[in-house]
């Protein structure tokens, strides 16, 4: 870690942009994250001279989400890419409130 004063889990964020907060939030309460060998808190502070081990999968799947049948508006989609005509007001991925009904679902 060449960064001092940041939080562990702020640190990872910037760190792996893939991940949203609270899934390093989970990981590193799960003991997937370890700061010079001992397991961390995600409010732990930084010195600025720690390593930081993350020992998951790049590839991790999000097991609290449940895929649910919904018709979609696709507009356009080959192997790489899918355009979606999403209507005002779907809910893009679960969050706060919003646990099933979304895009992501």
């Not at 609270?22 to 995600?42: A, D, L, Y």
């Not at 409010?43 to 001279?49: F, R, V």
Request: with cysteine; hydrophobic share 30%; glycine share 8%.
């Amino acid at each position: 870690v060449n960064q001092s004063h940041l939080r562990l889990d702020q640190y990872l964020v910037q760190q792996l942009p893939d991940y949203s907060r609270s899934k390093i939030q989970n990981f590193i309460k799960q003991g997937q994250v370890t700061i010079n060998g001992e397991t961390g808190k995600p409010s732990q502070i930084l010195k600025g001279n720690e390593t930081v081990e993350c020992n998951f999968e790049h590839d991790t799947v999000d097991e609290s989400i449940i895929p649910e049948q919904m018709s979609l508006d696709i507009s356009y989609e080959d192997d790489h890419l899918v355009v979606i005509n999403k209507p005002s007001g779907l809910v893009v991925h679960p969050g706060s409130g919003n646990h099933t009904g979304t895009l992501l679902n």
